[in-house]
């Protein structure tokens, strides 16, 4: 049974910072293109970044270039998003999905929200 649990989520004012988790299991972690996703309140779900089974990075979306970075640990089968410099319209659910360029597998998302 394929899982993809996220964690880390949470209440951070803006310019602070969070790191996501997504513990993966059920299917070849180590050998996945893995992404994180996000969704906010009235908006299409959009791609935030996407990292290869080696852990190179395929794109991150312009709006979180240079403030937000995906990693991943084979090890642990588990994927991260570092967030720093937060700001408000960051404010959504995010999921982390693997298989690429059309996710397979998708979890159950962690709300992000970015308030002071």
């Known amino acids: 049974q394929v899982q993809l649990v996220e964690s880390g989520g949470g209440l951070v004012q803006p310019g602070g910072s969070l790191r996501l988790s997504c513990v993966a299991s059920?299917?070849?972690?180590?050998?996945?293109?893995m992404n994180w996703y996000r969704q906010a309140p009235g908006k299409e779900r959009e791609l935030v970044a996407s990292?290869?089974?080696?852990?190179?990075?395929?794109n991150y979306a312009d709006s979180v270039k240079g403030r937000f970075t995906a990693s991943r640990d084979n090890a642990k089968n588990t994927l991260y998003l570092q967030m720093n410099s937060l700001k408000p319209e960051d404010t959504a659910v995010y999921y982390c999905?693997?298989?690429?360029?059309?996710?397979?597998?998708w979890g159950q998302g962690t709300q992000v929200t970015v308030s002071s």
């Open positions: 999905s693997a298989g690429g360029p059309r996710p397979s597998y």
């Open positions: 059920g299917f070849g972690f180590s050998g996945s293109i």
């Open positions: 990292i290869t089974s080696a852990g190179g990075i395929i």
